[in-house]
Structures are given as structure tokens and as C-alpha cells.
């Protein structure tokens, strides 16, 4: 087990003060939401980029100038084709806004800066003042083409599924959430809630969803809980329980980040430091696109330090 919250993060309470922030290098994947275009005007950097991901269909005309468009296919085909034009030099300092950034995105390019060499990155996440909807904000729709693994994350699992485990990240996609315990349907289940929410109301308002998928989560469904906004906490908080399972038997582990970009960064630290070379896997119902301005207004800003193994 490892204590991840030795990591050094930092609360911005207005998105101006991150202007006395500078890095060589920002990238920031566009959304068209307030959070991500705001927090890039306000970054110092001696090069910021934007990249564009064709899940999120943007009209054209709407992209802002000099977009990077990323590579159509996979997550790591979208990644490695943005860092194959503009590979990160030695020494240099590097800040990603991980606010819009597709969750598989985000995972693969922890996977790839690992390959790559780099040691340390800053993050930054904006949260949302209100999602658009409310609780029945849709991020991804209904039609989720597979469930697979995350490229750079697949594990040498066991034929013994005897004592497999699924933990999943939970907040409001609940066909999401749906649909990975329905392909890990023998898996016992654990979902880890963003606890603490972003904003006060959030938590109410993922709890209403995720009931709608109590039947594909079972009676016995365990829950964990971890702030919303804090990687390092939800990295430790999977850490120690994997470590209780392991003492008492565990086959294969299955994890699916299908809550907030916090999250989904902790599971991948998780993964990257205990999970590789293991009967492990990260797990996510990929759609064919996402909702741009899924979001409204801005609250906080988050800086994390990011040291990879």
C-alpha cells in the first residue's frame, strides 16, 4: 500500500492567481466550456497548445487558432500524434489542464509521458460552478459502442475469475457505470464516490443517478468514499483496500474511472505504481463522442504535482 497524499497539490479560490504560475509548456485539450478557455487565457507559459480530440465534434469555425487536431482512432493514437509533432524536450517544464481532456485520453497520457522519460508534470483541474443539466447532465450517450481496455493499461489476467474484483469510480453517467458491471457481471463490486462533491449539491445529484443502476451493481456492492476534487486521496484510498483484498484472495482486478478527471487521475497513478505487471486492467464504455460545455462557470482551480514512477 502507498500513501499517494504525500503528493503536493494546490487551491486556487480565483482563476487569475494561476497567472504567477509558468511553465515552458501548457497544453489544454478544447471543450468550448468557460473552465478550460478561461484558465488557458490566464496561464504563463513560454508555449501553450491547444488539441483538439474528434470525439467532441466540434462545428468548424469554433475551434480556437492554432489547434492541434489530434489523430482520429484510439486514445493513444490521439496522444502519440500530438506528441510526435511537438515532442517534449529534455529539462523542460510541462502543465496540462486535465479539465477537458477525455477520460481515456487522460489515463494513456500518463502512459505515454511515463515512456516518454518524463519524471514530473503539473496538472491543473477547473472545477465547474454547475454542470448544464443538473443531474441529468449527459456527458456521453446512451450508445456506448464497446468496453475495453484503456491502451498502455491492459493486464496479464488470470483464468481464475473466481475472485475477481471491479472497482469503479461513480458519478453521474450512470449507463456508464451500467454498463461496466454488466461486462464484469461475476466480478464482486466496489465503486469509490466522490466525497466530498466539486460543489455542494453534486453529491445529491450523482447518488439520484446512480440508483439507476443499482440492479447491475447488486445487493452487495461495497462503497468508498474519496473528495471529488483529490487524486492522491482516491489513489490511497484504492491502495489500501486492494491491499485488504489481496491478504483474503483476489484473482483478477478490473478498474473503471467513470467519475470525475480527479479521479480518473488518481486511478491511473494507482495503476502506475502497484498495478503494472499484475492481473490488472483499466476499463472504459468508449463512445464514438462527447458533449462539449458539459459545464457552466468556473469555482476552483486545482494545481497537482505529478511524479510518475
Not at 489530434?70 to 517534449?88: C, H, K, Q, T
Not at 469503479?168 to 454488466?182: I, P, W
Not at 480518473?264 to 495503476?271: D, K, M, Q, R, S
Request: charged share 20%; with cysteine.
Amino acid at each position: 500500500m502507498r500513501d499517494y497524499t504525500l503528493f503536493y497539490k494546490r487551491r486556487f479560490s480565483d482563476v487569475a492567481a494561476i497567472g504567477g504560475l509558468r511553465w515552458d509548456r501548457f497544453i489544454s485539450a478544447f471543450d468550448g466550456s468557460q473552465r478550460v478557455t478561461r484558465v488557458f487565457d490566464h496561464v504563463s507559459a513560454a508555449e501553450k497548445q491547444w488539441l483538439n480530440l474528434v470525439e467532441y465534434n466540434h462545428v468548424d469555425g469554433t475551434l480556437p487558432a492554432n489547434c492541434f487536431h489530434a489523430a482520429r482512432g484510439d486514445e493513444a493514437l490521439a496522444i502519440a500524434s500530438y506528441f510526435d509533432s511537438a515532442p517534449v524536450a529534455a529539462g523542460q517544464t510541462v502543465c496540462i489542464d486535465i479539465s477537458g481532456f477525455l477520460r481515456p485520453h487522460l489515463i494513456y497520457l500518463l502512459r505515454y509521458l511515463q515512456a516518454a522519460g518524463v519524471k514530473t508534470f503539473d496538472a491543473l483541474y477547473a472545477e465547474p460552478s454547475h454542470y448544464a443539466q443538473k443531474a441529468e447532465t449527459t456527458f456521453a450517450p446512451e450508445n456506448i459502442a464497446i468496453v475495453r481496455q484503456i491502451a498502455g493499461y491492459e493486464g496479464q489476467h488470470s483464468l481464475d475469475q473466481t475472485l475477481d474484483v471491479l472497482i469503479l469510480g461513480a458519478g453521474y453517467e450512470n449507463h456508464l457505470v451500467t454498463r461496466v458491471a454488466e461486462r464484469k457481471a461475476n466480478a464482486r463490486k466496489i465503486r469509490l464516490l466522490g466525497y466530498p462533491s466539486l460543489q455542494a449539491d453534486m453529491y445529491q445529484e450523482s447518488v439520484l443517478r446512480l440508483s439507476r443502476s443499482a440492479e447491475a451493481l447488486g445487493e452487495q456492492v461495497e462503497t468508498l468514499f474519496a473528495p471529488a476534487y483529490d487524486p492522491f486521496v482516491a489513489a490511497t484510498v484504492i491502495s489500501r483496500r486492494v491491499a485488504e483484498l489481496e491478504n483474503t484472495g483476489l484473482t483478477n482486478l478490473y478498474l473503471a474511472p467513470v467519475s470525475t478527471k480527479p479521479h480518473t487521475l488518481g486511478f491511473a497513478l494507482y495503476y502506475l505504481y502497484e498495478r503494472l505487471t499484475t492481473p490488472t486492467s483499466i476499463i472504459f464504455p468508449f463512445s464514438e463522442s462527447y458533449a462539449p460545455q458539459s459545464s457552466r462557470g468556473i469555482s476552483r482551480v486545482w494545481q497537482y504535482t505529478i511524479e510518475l514512477p
